[in-house]
């Protein structure tokens, strides 16, 4: 009788990208519809919500209703308005690192809510979420405790959001030290790893100071994800498969309204993809000749 072959162990990586990151739905959808099941989720900012649901045990059918209930603009409308005062007088109202301009304190509130009891150690699928250290710029792996605490670190999208401070750490959006955090997969000890990675948006004409800033942010995280990219794929000793969904167009962070389609495209591309992941898993542990 011959030895059954070995499977390889998945690994899922879900990127940051805003609003675009709804994408990982589609993606979660064919997974589930194919019964394949990551080995462990890997997520950074807006992609480690979505990872943190499925791997909560939610079903990525129910899980765009999970999501519109939470993003809604009046739970982002925590602001501190005394704060913004610190933008103008910094030293006399004592300006410092946990400057945001949303608190962020209802959104941990409904992630609270929502994962209700679920933990890093109870999860169905084992489960890493990255943020960012404000001080050092490196990224910090949270695998214990407070999933809700982890997921609202991991989206803390600086001057926008409080930082977060978790075990003496200030922490900030993962996207900031790694907007696809592929090396966390590997570290893991995966041996195919499929991620769904987004640029940032650029602008062609330049019309105000935030664009500005958008632009040469922009421009940094999305070197910063097709130079990790590269470079994991070459160390990598297996299969790293990326599904890239074509989101070039301008989305802002409330198109509610384009969720649908922000999903169907994910679905979509992943399906484009189906055929090489298929192939990935099927050729696991087959010598070459």
Request: charge should be negative; aromatic fraction near 10%; charged fraction near 20%.
């Amino acid at each position: 009788m011959p030895a059954e072959r070995p499977s390889p162990r998945i690994a899922l990586v879900l990127g940051s990208g805003g609003i675009k990151c709804l994408a990982s739905i589609g993606l979660l959808k064919v997974l589930h519809r194919e019964h394949i099941i990551p080995d462990v989720i890997v997520g950074s900012s807006g992609g480690s919500l979505f990872g943190a649901v499925y791997a909560a045990g939610e079903h990525p059918d129910n899980i765009e209703q999970q999501v519109l209930k939470m993003w809604q603009k009046k739970e982002f409308r925590d602001i501190k308005y005394f704060d913004i005062l610190k933008m103008f007088l910094p030293k006399v109202l004592r300006y410092d690192e946990m400057f945001g301009l949303i608190r962020g304190n209802r959104i941990e509130k409904i992630f609270r809510n929502y994962f209700d009891d679920v933990t890093f150690e109870t999860t169905k699928i084992p489960l890493q979420i990255v943020a960012t250290d404000f001080f050092t710029g490196e990224e910090v792996v949270l695998g214990k405790g407070s999933i809700a605490e982890a997921v609202r670190a991991s989206i803390g999208i600086p001057v926008f959001f409080q930082p977060k401070k978790i075990e003496g750490k200030t922490l900030i959006d993962g996207g900031v030290s790694n907007p696809l955090p592929i090396n966390v997969a590997i570290r893991y000890g995966a041996d195919l790893i499929i991620a769904m990675g987004f640029q940032s948006p650029t602008y062609q004409k330049i019309d105000s100071p935030i664009k500005s800033l958008l632009h040469l942010t922009g421009l940094y995280m999305n070197n910063l994800l097709i130079s990790n990219y590269a470079v994991h794929n070459m160390a990598h000793h297996y299969e790293i498969i990326m599904v890239y969904p074509p989101l070039s167009n301008e989305f802002h962070f409330f198109d509610i309204h384009r969720i649908p389609e922000i999903i169907a495209i994910g679905e979509q591309e992943t399906l484009a993809e189906l055929p090489n992941i298929r192939s990935a898993i099927d050729h696991f542990g087959v010598e070459e000749p």
